[in-house]
């Protein structure tokens, strides 16, 4: 039993749809725009595409013309009508009916080598001029991508989607609308990954600094560059003295200038609503980014007076600015608010809870 053939035209609708269904699958796995992933690939497209031609220009040009029998070996040709002699008068090759060859070569062998050889060396530039990213190639593509496709990769694309996407958004005018899709994108991408490149990071701040987001965002870009964690010990007994452990992690933020800085300023912990640890008259203050260093993290004593399971939660205040300096004993209002450096550009109160298992 024999299958159907496919049809050239079902070929040629067969070919477009599989391209289709690959660069889908590449968006999905890339996070990226459908549109983003097929301007990327186009210059490998178009050169696995012409890659294939070489193939095609040499078979061709050694396309065999003309039905006249020849020397397999030496191409001569044998005259038309018989009798004709048992050995090739050029070659001496011995031939009959059944090993001559039928037609020529269209081209001979070196003007193929030289066709396929130059249109290898083009593609060679062709394909160089798609993967460099200052080429004209890779720039004329970026500029016909959507701003919406552009915002889509720069904020969920997960393989590298963001030099030269960001040099093209800088270069647009966004509209508020998608100023705030575009931050908010950065933001959600900064929570996945803990950092923001140095493109997104720079415009970002000068965002900020412009007074061009509305204040929810604001407060998220703020708030989101610093988690506070507590570590109860592994096992803790009703009576018996527990250390817990505050950490602090700060995400990253590419290309910031040097002088902003970042600092947490511990005020209480709290067990049951109960405060068991304050530093109200001292102010224990420590830059955020070092709280992730087991060296630098705050531990505050606590001793259990029943078992069961118990609500920990410590508080303190979130501070970013340029050039933070503290004094020595950071001073507390009598509404429990730390003095604060003159340079601060954003402070909050913030916390963190835990629940912890008490043991008999």
């Known amino acids: 039993m024999t299958g159907k053939r496919m ?3 079902r070929r040629w609708v067969l070919i477009p ?28 497209l178009g050169f696995s595409l012409a890659f294939g031609s070489i193939g095609g220009v040499w078979a061709w040009m050694r396309r065999r013309v003309g039905l006249e029998a020849r020397c397999p070996r030496c191409g001569y040709q044998r005259a038309p009508t018989g009798p004709h002699p048992p050995r090739c008068p050029e070659c001496g090759f011995v031939w009959s009916d059944r090993n001559v060859i039928r037609g ?12 396929s050889g130059a249109m290898a060396v083009l593609l060679f530039f062709v394909l160089l001029s798609g993967v460099w990213d200052s080429s004209p190639l890779a720039l004329a593509l970026m500029r016909i991508e959507p701003t919406g496709a552009l915002i889509v990769d720069v904020t969920a694309g997960e393989f590298g989607f963001d030099h030269r996407e960001w040099r093209e958004l800088l270069r ?9 899709r575009l931050a908010t994108g950065l933001l959600d991408r900064r929570l996945r990954h803990a ?3 140095r493109e997104a990071s720079t415009w970002f701040r000068n965002q900020v600094l412009a007074k061009r987001l509305p204040a929810p965002i604001v407060q998220r870009y703020y708030r989101e560059r610093f988690t506070l964690e507590i570590v109860p010990p592994a096992a803790v007994h009703a ?28 005020e209480a912990v709290y067990v049951d609503d109960q405060i068991v640890a304050a530093d109200y008259k001292k102010g224990m203050m420590q830059y955020a980014g070092l709280l992730a260093h087991p060296r630098y993290e705050i ?25 933070l300096r503290f004094e020595r004993e950071v001073e507390w209002d009598p509404n429990h608010r730390p003095t604060l450096p003159a340079t601060t550009e954003w402070a909050e109160r913030i916390e963190a809870a835990a629940k912890v298992h008490v043991q008999p």
């Open 7 to 9: 049809t050239p035209a």
């Open 299 to 323: 531990h505050a004593d606590w001793t259990a007076a029943d078992a069961g399971v118990h609500s920990i939660r410590v508080v303190g205040w979130f501070v970013v600015g340029p050039n």
């Open 239 to 266: 009576g018996q003295k527990a250390t817990l452990t505050i950490r602090g992690h700060r995400a990253y933020h590419g290309g910031q200038p040097v002088s902003i800085s970042t600092a947490f300023i511990f």
């Open 17 to 44: 749809a599989a391209i289709f269904g690959l660069l889908l699958m590449a968006s999905f796995w890339e996070h990226a725009s459908f549109v983003g992933v097929t301007l990327r690939t186009a210059p490998f």
């Open 104 to 115: 020529r070569p269209a081209q001979p062998l070196w003007i193929a080598l030289s066709a």
């Open 172 to 180: 647009r005018r966004l509209s508020q609308t998608q100023r705030e």
């Open 195 to 197: 950092a923001l490149g």
